[in-house]
């Protein structure tokens, strides 16, 4: 879904998907049908080393994936060095307290990382060469339905 609001959007964009889900990537696939048709969308399978396919890039948009990195520092480090210097990191995530219970009980044990506060993320992301980092949250305070951190490279 964020694919298909990205190519709305910015309508003369180029968009790449990449993930590392076959099922996240066929259903893609199948509701940007079009877009993939004419080549405005290219889906890759595979992790952040596959971006500098796409580099120099305008904006990399990761949503969810920040849990699963074994290494957040390094992947942050490589999205940044597939950025043009001004372009935008825009990471969808949800801080613990705010995960389903079920997130909250089988990531840790998983090897997958829950964040405590935005300021963890923020330390990531100023390391890996960032600047100007914002935090928004979708909804409430206490029950947000999400959060977006934007970055500039």
């Known amino acids: 879904m964020g694919l298909q609001a990205l190519l709305t959007q910015f309508p003369g964009a180029q968009v ?11 259903q893609s696939r199948k509701r940007n049908r079009s877009a993939v048709m004419t080549g ?3 889906l890759i399978k595979g992790d952040t080393s596959a971006l500098s ?8 948009m990761a949503n969810h994936v920040v849990y699963f990195w074994r290494d957040p520092g390094a992947e942050l480090a490589h999205i940044h060095g597939v950025l043009r210097p001004g372009g ?3 990471l969808g995530y949800q801080l613990k307290q705010n995960m389903p219970a079920m997130a909250r009980k089988r990531f840790p044990p998983a090897g997958h990382r829950l ?7 923020t330390q990531l992301t100023t390391n890996a060469g960032f600047g100007s980092v914002t935090h ?4 409430s305070a206490e029950t947000p ?3 977006v951190m934007l970055a500039v490279a």
């Open 88 to 90: 935008l990191l825009a």
């Open 53 to 60: 396919a796409s580099a120099p890039a305008d904006l990399v």
């Open 145 to 147: 339905e999400g959060r």
């Open 136 to 139: 928004v949250v979708k909804g």
């Open 40 to 42: 405005r969308l290219t």
């Open 16 to 26: 790449w998907g990449i993930d590392l889900s076959s099922v996240m990537l066929s």
């Open 115 to 121: 964040y405590e506060a935005d300021d963890e993320l």
